[in-house]
C-alpha cells in the first residue's frame, strides 16, 4: 500500500484513501506529484516574488500602475491587469486611499489683495516659471510640527520646505528663502498660494519683490486651486506620516526630509512625469533639450 505525506497533519495516509475523501483519482494525484505548478503558476509565482520586492523597494506606497512600469523596466513582459491580479491576489498587496471630501460647493470668493493668476493652470512647459506654496501640520507627542513646502509645477518636484513649531510668516519665508537658493531663477517666477495670512504679510510681499517673484493667491475656501500641493500632502500622509507615530518634532522633521529628499523627489514615479520622478524628469527634459 502506497503512502502520502500530508505537511500540514504532519502524518502519512493512505493515498487510495485520500483520493476517495479529496474525490479525485490516483492517476491525477500521481500526475500532480511530477509536475505540481503549472507553467502559468510558475510563472505567477516568480512575477508575484519581483512585484511584492517592488512594492517593499517603494516603501510600500505603489499601487499596480507603477509596479508594472518597475517590471517593464527590469524586463518583464507583461500588462498592468495582470500585475493587479497578481499583487492583490498572490502578493496581498491593496491601495492606500485617502480621505473622501465632502460634498458641497468649493466656489470661494477672490482674494481682494492678488488676483488668482495661475487660475488652475497646472501644466507648465518650463522649470523656475510658476511656483505653488502651503502649510500642513504633522501631529507628535510633543505637539503639533508646521509643514511649509514650495513645488515647481513643471516637474512637481519639492524644490523648497520647512518645518518650525508655529505656522508663523518665518515659516513660509523659509521654505521660499530654499527654494530661491537651491534654483536661482533667472526670470520672474510666479509663487500660487491660499489666502492664509503667512501669505498677506509685510515680510511676504518684501520678499517676494526683492526676489522677483509675482504673487497668486486662491479663491478663499477653494483648495482646489492649489491642488498640486494639497496632493503632495495627501501623497505625504498616505504614504509615510500615517504609518508613523513620531515621539518628537525632530523625529517627525527627519522623516519627512527622509520623504521628500530620498524618496519623492529622486524615486517616487509620477505618472503626469511619464512615470519618471521629479529630478529624472528634469535631467531627461534637460538632456533632450540640450541635444536639440
Sequence with gaps: MRYAFVAEHRTLFPVRAMCRCLRIQPSGFYAWLKNPLSRRAKEDVRQTAMIRQAWEDSGKVYGYRKLHDDLLDQGETCCPNRVARLASRLAGIKAKIGYKRRPGSYG???SRVVDNTLARQFDVAAPDKTWVTDITYIRTQEGFAYLAVVIDLYSRRVVGWSMQNRQTTDLVLQALLMAV????PKGKVLIHSDQ???FTSMDW???LKAHNLEHSMSRRGNCHDNAVVESFFNLLKRERVRRRTYRSRDEARQDVFDY???FYNPIRKHVRNGMLSPVEFERQQMMSTEGV
Excluded at 537658493?181 to 536661482?184: G, H, L, V
Design 108 to 110: 470661494g470668493k477672490p
Design 181 to 184: 537658493w537651491r534654483r536661482k
Design 196 to 198: 492664509g495670512s503667512q
Design 205 to 207: 510681499t518684501s520678499f
Design 260 to 262: 521628500i529628499e530620498m
